[in-house]
């Protein structure tokens, strides 16, 4: 039986435990799947434990870069982000499975990469990963972020885009809000965007020259963004898929397997059936 858990300052209401015990049980793997909440204060001292507790655990705010200290080996997005999502404890290595999950959500929603434009709103934690893939897997990559100095970063550590401080009249094939606006204190809003001439809101007129709309973002399930951007008749894809498709990335670490975009995307279809 594999042990495992999510650790996070505060994981009382995580969903990680109903997709981590869901998709390991569809793979035949019995699981326990436990929530550690530690006080940032406490985190240094209770995370050498976790390695002996557990076979391996999810990282959750704030501790995704705090964990690297304690750990001996970084993969791929993890060593380039600084940020850790996943780790197996016996090899001590930690993962970031994000920029997996968010191309899976593309793949399984028809939407293709390479030589297609995307737009990219926000160049934080997520919006990083989402940048990384869509580089590498050849897309034509703009980005707008609000904060200049975190942009200039971003372009020096990544390169590959285009960096904007305003939004280029032309088409895009699709836009991806990676801003966070549209959740929490924020639900019922768009993110303001330099565009037509100006600081505005982003409303329909933005959506004219987009063929399809993604957001990052799961709750809501259909954002601000989303909606407009459906009622204008785009395509539109929510980020909760991509939210099931890093857990399931993390499970087959975990498992050893490598991960298939139709095993995902059914097991996302059942896991969404079963929690209705
Ligand atoms: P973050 O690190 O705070 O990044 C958001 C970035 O967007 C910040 O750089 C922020 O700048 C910038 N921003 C805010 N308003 C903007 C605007 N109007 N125009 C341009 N840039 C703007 O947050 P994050 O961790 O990347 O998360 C972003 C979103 O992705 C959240 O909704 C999160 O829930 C979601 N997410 C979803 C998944 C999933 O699996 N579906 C996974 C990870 C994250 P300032 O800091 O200056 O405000």
């Known amino acids: 039986m594999l042990k495992l858990a999510v650790v996070g300052k505060d994981v009382s209401l995580s969903e ?3 997709m981590h015990t869901f998709i390991l049980g569809r793979m035949w793997e019995k699981c326990l799947y436990d929530k550690i909440s530690i006080p940032p204060e406490q985190f240094s001292v209770r995370a050498d434990r976790l390695f002996a507790e557990y076979d391996a655990f999810n990282v959750t705010i704030p501790f995704k870069g705090e964990i690297i200290p304690h750990l001996r ?3 791929g997005d993890a060593r380039l982000f600084g940020a850790v999502n996943t780790v197996v404890a016996r090899t001590r290595t930690g993962y970031n499975t994000d920029g997996f999950g968010f191309l899976l959500m593309l793949e399984n929603a028809g939407i293709e990469v390479k030589d297609k434009c995307f737009l990219i709103l926000g160049a ?3 919006g990083r990963s989402c940048i990384k ?7 034509n990559v703009y980005v707008y ?3 200049a100095d975190r942009l200039a970063e971003v372009y020096s550590d ?3 885009f285009h960096p904007l401080i305003e939004i280029p009249e032309r088409a895009f094939d699709v836009a991806v809000n990676c801003t966070g606006i549209g959740m929490h204190r924020s639900v019922g809003q768009t993110p303001t965007v330099n565009f037509a001439g100006g600081l505005q809101p982003v409303g329909k007129e933005f959506f004219a020259s987009v ?3 993604v957001d990052l973002i799961y709750n809501p399930e259909e954002s601000a963004f989303l909606r407009i951007a459906r009622e204008c008749g785009r395509q539109t894809v929510s980020g909760g898929p991509m939210l099931f498709y890093q857990a399931y990335c993390a499970d087959c670490i975990f498992l050893g397997k490598s991960p298939c975009a139709s ?3 059914k097991l996302f279809e059942e896991y969404r059936e079963e929690r209705r």
């Open 124 to 126: 934080g934690g997520a």
């Open 16 to 18: 990680s435990p109903a």
């Open 158 to 160: 990544l390169g590959g």
């Open 211 to 213: 063929k399809a709309a």
């Open 145 to 147: 972020e609000k904060d």
């Open 263 to 265: 095993e995902a995307k």
């Open 133 to 139: 893939k869509l580089v590498d897997g050849g897309a």
């Open 73 to 75: 080996a970084l993969e």
